[in-house]
């Protein structure tokens, strides 16, 4: 007797915007290796495959962008940490085969970061598995990537910065992972690299047989198997979703982090950068920057501007973006720590260097600095003082200098936090993530900054409004500039520009046309 051929139905999966846009193709799992088998002595193989993991990044490194590139540098880092290297000898010592020693220990590793229980710990954990499923494809002698085909749609437990990237080399047409939050970093580099992405997605995708015919909409965070049987919308034809035109037109800004990007940016059409994220700049480091190296680094960016204005942020160091040259003290909630323009303003000479190279970049061309994580008034003003005396020092004028609105006191007070700034700038990243008490890089809570929630735009009205009350102009620079529905209602409270990924440029772009 035959097998009855199983019925195909349309099988939806949910889970959370990853990045915007929508794809077609055949599922692929991507699997790690489990075993290998290899007459070579463990000690050689060990390590060989460190050098080999080594030589990958660095390659990896040559290509990589602003975004990337300071990941695999701490993937690097990583590589070199004793803990990993001699956790796996001892384990191999021990009889256990090197593949599942690089596995067992990266896990045990990223088990003990997460948990710390932070949003900083959390990403370091996926880079240590990264990192341990790197050298085990090493020691087996295998690559992922060689297993994915072109076009495929991938389903992953996880994927690590350098995953991605080499996901985008094989032209995969979307990702879809159980792991990572909207803005967690294997989301960013996806939308960096245009891949449309789900996120936070159910365990059960991991059991999907490879080569089902699969639909992805990065915009709702929607997997859909066998889309032809899909009843209505499911099945719509595959395009970048187009939304109706926006009116009325407003500046469209790029979120760039560094020199490379910003050539791109008007390549595709940016009349400016609406945020500089310095800290991008700086986060391989071992030595903090000097005023002349950020100097050099500021007005390559203002020449590859071409006189477009630009708008520079203060390093936003602290929580998730640490850097090697200036150690931090374990914190329990580096969210609410000592960030952004808190460290400056306590870090006083590194905050004074960048403040000079800025008033020095102003020369150049039209920049304005923002300061990140501002919670009041009184941290504007204390910054513009050590501003002006920086210009006073220097015989320049002082840039104008505007605030971040990503801490809800801050939107609460914005009408007093109004008349000390020259402009305003939206975050809606960090905005959300305090408002609704949601860590942005948490799979588990990203329902609530996919939903649209009550509190949250009577809020940003009230920022718009006090902006303009007080003559200044404000702008969106989180995710939501490049979200139709939300850029639609950001510009009818009468918002004056919108900042967004690179990537996302010509998309944003089609929906002002
Ligand atoms: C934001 O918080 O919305 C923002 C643009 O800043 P970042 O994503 O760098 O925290
Ligand atoms: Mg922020």
Redesign the pocket.
Known sequence: MTEPTPTLTATTFTGLPGAPGRAEGATCLLRRVQAAVSAVPADARLADAFAAAHRRLADALTTADATLAPLLDAQRLMLDDPELREGIAARVKTGTDPVAAARATAGALAAMLEAAGSDYFRERAIDVRAVGALLAEELAGETPSSRVPAGAVVLAEELAPLDTARLADAGVAAVVTVRGGP?CHAAIIARAWGIPAVVGAPRAILEIPDDTPALVNGDTGVLVLHPAQAAGTSAAPVGRQRAAPLAPRIPLLANVGGVAEAARAVELGAEGIG?L?TEFLFLDRATPPTEDEQFADYTAILRAMAGRPVIIRTL?IGADKPVPFLPMEAEPNPQLGLRGVRLCLRERALFRAQLRALVRAAAVGPLRILL?MVAGADEVRQCRALLAAEAADLGLPAPPLGA?I?VPMAALAAGELAEVCDFFSL?????LQFLLAADREHAGVGYLHAADHPAVWPLVEHVIAAAHAAGIPIGV???WGADAAKLARLLALGLDSASVAVAALPRVRGWFA
């Open positions: 803005t945020l994220r936003d990140p971040m990503e975050g809606t990243n960090d905005l620079c989180g995710e």
